[in-house]
């Protein structure tokens, strides 16, 4: 049978279940935050991928900086 | 088919509001967590991305609010007979101690692991081992277990700046420390001037407060003999980077104030508090606070202040600790 009539109970689930809701929706707004910054932080994501590259030895850096 | 039930109440725990899991973190801690670590984060040296910083900050104060709702799941049963917790959301019934402690145990994991993504490692086991001190070694070991409950406790309240400090820098300095030891050495005469017109209470519940153990006479002379202690700490922190002639001015009259609280609330019998309804301790409780919250604020502007050449240059001579 379905349920006609509100209780008080059902308020404060929906309540509840709201503020979960918006507390997860900030939540995936402030990781994929974070992302963007870390991504566009950019050149140490650039990490070892089998090869030398001497842009992302520091040590060659400094060097051709002198 | 409904899981309502005829017998149900509105006081049937699991049946909280969103705003009782909210009252379980300890917002108002929390929001001394919030400005104390923006403090230590904005006036660190170096860079840290806007959205890193929001989510640093926040990342802290969920840290702080987990040990908080940790520390209701482990009280409930002596803050049912205080009169100041008895309305929190375990002994008013509205949130289950499971729950509590499953919503403490689960922000811990989230805010230590996404500060340490945020920022850095350091800066998140600095927050795991907050959260370990409030919940472990405070609530389950000390607060019952010692009157220096609050002296050792307080750290826990003292690390946020310092996280604060490290999720930008990546190291503690001197000025993170003392920032530490402004609220560590700060946070027992504020308690015990609580705990002096709020006697009955912690008496009630059997917790070892000062009070209770040692008699209020010797209350008042750790309210002084502390305050004393706090002074250099407060004062040292004008001679580093995060100092300057506008922080050291109102340092020196903060804590002339303070001294002087603490001097007359060592000097009051108890028949005489008693008499005035402990005005002179709620005066010096509430002083405390705008203590605490003034020399961060303080902190906050010289960071300010430096971008002007001159007074930078000025404030670059009493920056002698720098030197260390």
Redo the contacts between chains.
């Keep these: 049978?379905a349920?006609t009539r509100e209780?008080?109970?059902?308020k404060?689930?929906s309540?509840?279940n709201?503020?979960?809701a918006l507390t997860l929706i900030c939540f995936i707004a402030?990781?994929f935050?974070?992302t963007?910054?870390?991504v566009s932080?950019g050149s140490t994501l650039q990490a070892f991928d089998h090869s030398y590259r001497p842009s992302l030895d520091p040590d060659h850096v400094r060097f051709q900086q002198r | 088919m409904s899981d309502i039930r005829a017998d149900m109440t509105l006081a049937d725990p699991g049946e909280a509001r969103f705003g009782d899991f909210v009252a379980l973190l300890k917002p108002r801690v929390m929001s001394l967590v919030i400005f104390t670590a923006l403090v230590g984060l904005l006036v660190a040296p170096g860079y840290l991305h806007p959205v890193e910083a929001l989510a640093a900050i926040i990342f802290i104060a969920l840290g702080a609010g987990a040990s908080g709702a940790l520390n209701m799941w482990w009280d409930a049963d002596i803050d049912r007979l205080m009169k100041r917790t008895a309305k929190r959301p375990i002994p008013a019934g509205k949130v289950s101690p499971q729950d509590a402690m499953a919503i403490g145990v689960a922000l811990s994991g989230i805010s230590v692991v996404m500060l340490w993504l945020a920022t850095n490692a350091l800066a998140g086991f600095l927050l795991a081992f907050t959260i370990f001190f409030y919940a472990v070694i405070y609530s389950m070991w000390l607060k019952r277990a010692t009157p220096q409950n609050i002296v050792i406790g307080g750290a826990a309240g003292a690390f946020p700046p310092m996280i604060g400090w490290v999720a930008v820098t990546g190291s503690i300095s001197l000025e993170a420390c003392l920032m530490f030891m402004l609220i560590f050495m700060w946070t027992p005469p504020h308690f015990w001037a609580l705990a002096l017109f709020m006697k009955s209470d912690y008496h009630k519940a059997r917790v070892p407060m000062l009070t209770v153990t040692h008699g209020r006479k010797a209350t008042r002379n750790h309210i002084l003999v502390y305050t004393v202690a706090l002074v250099p700490f407060a004062l040292a922190a004008g001679f580093t980077s995060i100092g300057g002639p506008v922080y050291l001015a109102l340092a020196l009259v903060l804590n002339a104030m303070f001294l002087q609280g603490a001097w007359a609330i060592w000097r009051r019998g108890e028949a005489q508090a008693e008499a005035d309804g402990y005005a002179t301790e709620k005066r010096v409780f509430k002083f405390s606070l705008a203590y605490l919250f003034l020399h961060f604020s303080a902190i906050l502007l010289e960071k300010g202040l430096v971008q002007i050449p001159a007074y930078a240059d000025f404030a670059a001579t009493l920056k002698i600790l720098e030197l260390f």
Excluded at chain 1, 7 to 10: D, F, G, I, Q, S
């Design positions: 049978m349920i209780h008080e109970l059902h404060r689930r309540g509840r709201v503020g979960l402030l990781v935050g974070l963007i910054a870390k932080g």
